[in-house]
């Protein structure tokens, strides 16, 4: 079985990410490390991540119950699993969960909403592929007004530094004194993408909280707070 299947099939991470710290040089196969993300898992071969065994290939699958969860991430926590700062990490919140879960996707360190957590890797790995970037609803606070012109440029696509971001949907929910609340809906994930297009038309953003997924709301779920994903849910979400 490939390295990145079977690191995802653990409930490590997704096998993109598997990819990734196998550059990195940061997976060992008997001790050793192993760079190569294309490497066949042997019968008997010992995976390490990061210093931690995650179980040896006994060329049956590595049975794990999938569990789905919704968080509504607060401010402050990281998606990444591990933070050289030493930064609250989003698992820090699922103290009763047993299953070693992992955040589809990345919301910046001070964006709350909507994340899907999760140890099934290959529904991370279809998600997270450009091929079926599935939209994002973002609700912003930006400083002072989006006036007509810099939503029309949001609306077409505006470069991000070298990118030019694909059509956008955009609303503005309230314009008040110094502030306007603006609803965007993106299809694309680049790094700090929304943050970096109100940049482009001269708005600074405050706050930004992702309040859907496609069709999946948060709802009302509290800040810090999770709740598993029902059946209908994870079969959206399977079939986005
Ligand atoms: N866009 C951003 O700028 N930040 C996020 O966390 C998500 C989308």
Request: proline share 3%; with cysteine.
């Amino acid at each position: 079985m490939r390295l990145n299947k079977f690191i995802a099939q653990a409930g490590i991470c997704s096998r993109r990410k598997a990819d990734e710290l196998t550059l990195a040089g940061k997976v060992k196969i008997n001790g050793a490390v192993m760079d190569q993300p294309g490497y066949d898992v042997q019968d008997g071969d010992k995976v390490e991540v990061d210093g931690r065994l995650i179980g040896a290939y006994t060329g049956g699958k590595t049975a794990q119950r999938k569990v789905y969860f919704m968080l509504n991430k607060p401010k402050g926590y990281i998606t990444t699993l591990s933070d050289e700062k030493d930064r609250p990490v989003v698992t820090d919140l699922f103290t009763d969960v047993e299953e070693r879960i992992f955040p589809i996707g990345r919301l910046d360190y001070n964006t709350s909403g909507l994340l899907i957590m999760t140890n099934d890797g290959d529904l991370s790995y279809r998600l997270s592929h450009p091929k079926h970037q599935v939209y994002k609803t973002y609700r912003a606070r930006i400083s002072g007004v989006l006036g007509p012109g810099a939503e029309a440029r949001l609306k077409k696509g505006v470069d991000i530094g070298g990118y030019v971001t694909a059509p956008a949907q955009v609303k503005v929910i309230r314009q008040a004194a110094g502030s306007a609340i603006v609803e965007i809906k993106i299809s694309e994930g680049k790094n700090r993408q929304v943050r970096k297009m109100f940049n482009a038309v001269g708005n600074k953003v405050l706050d930004l909280e992702r309040i859907a997924i496609g069709e999946l709301h948060m709802g009302h779920l509290l800040t810090g707070h999770y709740r598993k994903l029902t059946r209908e849910e994870i079969e959206y979400l399977k079939n986005c």
